[in-house]
């Protein structure tokens, strides 16, 4: 089920805001992302660390959770992570925030 108080929760973040930000177009904001096309396969959190200019266990924490509400998909490759945008998540939050207020 999805908790609707955890995903507010999840972004009332200046980072997370961002981080959803710079994800809905990754291709302008990571474009020298080498392991692969990164609206294809997802950001590496390395190159996620880099632009907030965080520690890596940062960076992490704030991926979980807007990855455990429902906003972000992550995609293991070897051992790196790559993240992306759940389209369809964060449009029904938008259409279920509308709904509500």
Do not use: N
Request: aromatic share 8%; hydrophobic share 45%; proline share 3%.
């Amino acid at each position: 089920m999805i908790d609707r108080v955890e995903q507010a929760k999840a972004l009332a973040s200046d980072v997370r805001l961002l981080i959803l930000g710079w994800l809905k177009d990754p291709a302008a904001h990571f474009s020298h992302q080498v392991t692969g096309d990164p609206a294809e396969i997802g950001v590496c959190v390395t190159l996620l660390t880099a632009k907030l200019g965080m520690s890596q266990p940062t960076v992490s924490r704030h991926l979980e959770i807007l990855r455990r509400a429902g906003f972000l998909r992550v995609r293991k490759i070897g051992r790196w992570s790559f993240f992306a945008r759940d389209e369809a998540a964060l449009s029904d939050y938008k259409d279920w925030l509308r709904d509500t207020l």
